[in-house]
């Protein structure tokens, strides 16, 4: 799927911008079964195990944040991760053997959808190694109005940054005032529907506020190698398993290859999430609860 070039920009830069990794017709179905579901949210007073709300949220104004776990609310978003150009691009990438960590739909409401401020993601939830990365595939055409994913290139073979506010608790995003962020390197990542942002699980980024009149669709999947498992006290859901799920539940979440019980173990800048912010559950909350500065209304 991806050239020696885009393999080799991405190990350099930390991000890739992939067109044409679904079919015209996944992603029309992708859009309508979208939309059903902010539909559906219309008469959800509160954040529940599928819908995120946003700010101003009611029955003739649905605005979300995200959609959760989207492979597991319709089978479409599944077929997308499995049945598509999507796993070519995760293997050319991660290897042969290949798992979801997680997934979202992140729906940005129009006028003013929640920033997502500069953090990485790595600081939510280490592992052995760092071959984990996040796949952002856009249902709508992005552009700068409607709150783009920002990156700054390289910042992936940098340290891992303090994710932590003045009383020391995880916050989920780094001090815009921080000496090791430059915010002036960032590059915004807009494209056309069916486009796919890849960027690696220590690469910085964020994303302003929404300012436009059209939702912003991005269907993300995070995704790891086989061989990269979760060290306790991350964010993971797989802290509170034992063994037996431990395993079912990986072999359930494997999108190529097969999983194993040899973790890779290599150095990597690490910082725990510990102590956790006093609301947890997505990253809207934990920054929200944590007080995280933001970048965007300093800039």
């Keep these: 799927m991806l050239s020696r070039d885009d393999i080799a920009f991405y190990e350099t830069h930390g991000y890739l911008m992939v067109e044409d990794v679904i079919s015209a017709a996944m992603l029309d179905e992708m859009r309508r079964v979208t939309y059903d579901l902010i539909d559906r949210s ?11 709300l946003d700010r ?11 959609i959760k776990l989207p492979t597991r609310v319709h089978e479409i978003f599944d077929r997308a991760l499995r049945h598509s150009g999507v796993p070519d691009v995760l293997v050319d990438l991660l290897g042969p053997a290949v798992a979801l960590r997680t997934s979202k739909l ?16 790595w600081a939510f939830y280490p592992h052995t190694n760092d071959s984990l990365l996040a796949c952002g595939l856009m249902l709508e055409d992005v552009d700068r109005a409607n709150g783009p994913l920002m990156v700054i290139p390289g910042s992936h073979e940098g340290p891992t940054l303090s994710h932590h506010n003045a009383r020391g608790e995880f916050c989920g995003a780094i001090d815009p005032d921080d000496p090791l962020f430059d915010m002036d390197r960032a590059v915004t990542l807009t494209g056309k529907a069916g486009s796919m942002t890849v960027h690696h699980v220590r690469t910085l980024h964020g994303s302003a506020p929404n300012t436009s009149d059209r939702a912003r669709l991005i269907l993300f999947f995070e995704c790891q190698a086989a061989d990269a498992w979760p060290l306790l006290g991350n964010g993971s859901h ?27 173990v290599v150095p990597a800048p690490i910082r725990l999430p510990l102590p956790p912010a006093p609301v947890g559950g997505s990253i809207f909350k934990t920054q929200e609860s944590g007080g995280a500065r933001s970048a965007f209304r300093a800039a």
Excluded: F
């Design 42 to 52: 219309r008469n959800v007073t509160e954040s529940d195990e599928i819908y995120d």
């Design 238 to 264: 797989i802290d509170t398993q034992g063994q037996a799920a431990i395993w079912a539940d990986m072999q359930a979440r494997m999108i190529r290859g097969e999983p194993t019980n040899v973790p890779r």
């Design 106 to 121: 992140n729906t940005k409401a129009p006028g003013g959808g929640a920033a997502v401020e500069w953090h990485q993601d």
């Design 56 to 66: 101003g949220h009611g029955p003739e104004t649905p605005r979300l944040t995200r």
